[in-house]
């Protein structure tokens, strides 16, 4: 091998991806099936054998909820696009703009912009150690698991791996705890009622996930302790986004929005530490299917609190995170 063609590192880049669930690319049932049926194809998200699933999923899913679905999305869809990309990208460039000695992109495990391509992207500009960090601060197989899957999947395909790295669960971080705690209190004292209760909603998860072993649901009860013991307001923890027939965390937001206003909860907050974006689960499930499951329950005034999405304190936040999982590789005063 001659010196000209030996593919020896041409420079010390250092790249980080920030990963998000996922996104359609258009708010139309034919974008959305093609969306869900790669979503829900996933042996992480649906846990059944797939040759039955895929008669299911393909038969019976696909046709009627991929229209219900489209209708949902097309109530949040922004001149940007979906919410959840256009701020996964924000957040990409507000941590570039702070971290100028890396490089730093966004992927969604299933849509665009995909994980495979993103990657083959930071290695084509020489980055030879990659920070993968999937925005999700409580772990599951079905979030946190799948994107490293798919991240390794596509190394199998490659000759030369660059060096890869994931960013740990950062549920209890204290930056985390300390930036949601802001975030929440300052959306609150801005509010024109007080709140009787503020309700954590967490993404929820079959049962038999914890069953086997999944950490998710006592990472999420994790969250909520932590921000219990700092908030001057009564805290209480619930699971939204139900799917099927299994046995789901309980209990369930739906349910609980309808039944707060019979124990004296008239006035409401609604935070959800598990997303890191908002997304169509906290613009249009919480904060219109939500507000109005809770106000036709005889509840009286109805609040759903942005996400940390690209605010300053979050971008901070994911500095710190970013700069912990990048120990060791970032050369001293980068």
């Avoid at 091998?1 to 669930?21: A, D, F, R």
């Avoid at 490293?148 to 930056?175: F, G, M, V």
């Avoid at 039944?259 to 908002?278: C, H, Q, T, Y």
Wanted: charged share 20%; net charge positive; glycine share 6%.
């Amino acid at each position: 091998m001659t010196e000209s063609n030996n593919p020896l590192p041409i420079s010390e880049k250092i790249g980080v991806l920030l990963v998000n669930l996922g996104t359609p690319d258009a708010p139309n049932a034919k974008a959305l099936r093609r969306y869900l049926g790669q979503f829900l194809s996933d042996q992480r998200v649906i846990e059944l054998p797939a040759v039955f699933w895929q008669i299911i999923l393909r038969g019976i899913i696909l046709p009627f909820r991929s229209p219900r679905s489209a209708r949902a999305y097309q109530k949040i869809w922004t001149n940007e696009g979906s919410p959840l990309a256009a701020i996964t990208k924000k957040q990409a460039q507000g941590l570039q703009k702070r971290m100028p000695n890396i490089t730093v992109d966004y992927a969604m495990r299933y849509g665009t912009p995909s994980i495979p391509s993103c990657l083959e992207k930071l290695i084509a500009s020489g980055c030879r150690r990659i920070l993968l960090a999937p925005l999700y601060p409580q772990y599951s197989a079905a979030s946190t698991a799948t994107v490293q899957d798919e991240a390794y999947r596509y190394l199998q395909k490659i000759r030369w791996q660059p060096n890869l790295r994931s960013l740990e669960p950062y549920y209890t971080h204290p930056a985390y705890i300390q930036t949601l705690k802001k975030n929440i209190e300052d959306q609150i004292k801005a509010l024109d009622f007080k709140p009787d209760s503020l309700l954590l909603s967490y993404h929820g998860m079959p049962v038999k996930t914890r069953e086997l072993g999944d950490p998710y649901y006592f990472q999420c009860q994790a969250t909520s302790q932590a921000l219990s013991s700092l908030l001057d307001i009564s805290v209480i923890t619930s699971f939204q986004s139900r799917f099927g027939s299994q046995k789901w965390f309980t209990p369930a937001t739906d349910m609980t929005l309808k039944e707060l206003p019979s124990k004296n909860i008239r006035n409401l907050a609604v935070a959800m530490p598990g997303f890191s974006a908002d997304c169509l689960e906290t613009l249009e499930e919480i904060a219109l299917q939500g507000k109005s499951t809770f106000l036709e329950a005889g509840g009286k005034n109805f609040a759903a609190l942005r996400c940390l999405n690209d605010s300053e304190e979050s971008l901070a936040m994911l500095e710190i995170l970013v700069n912990q999982g990048l120990s060791g590789w970032l050369k001293s005063g980068k």
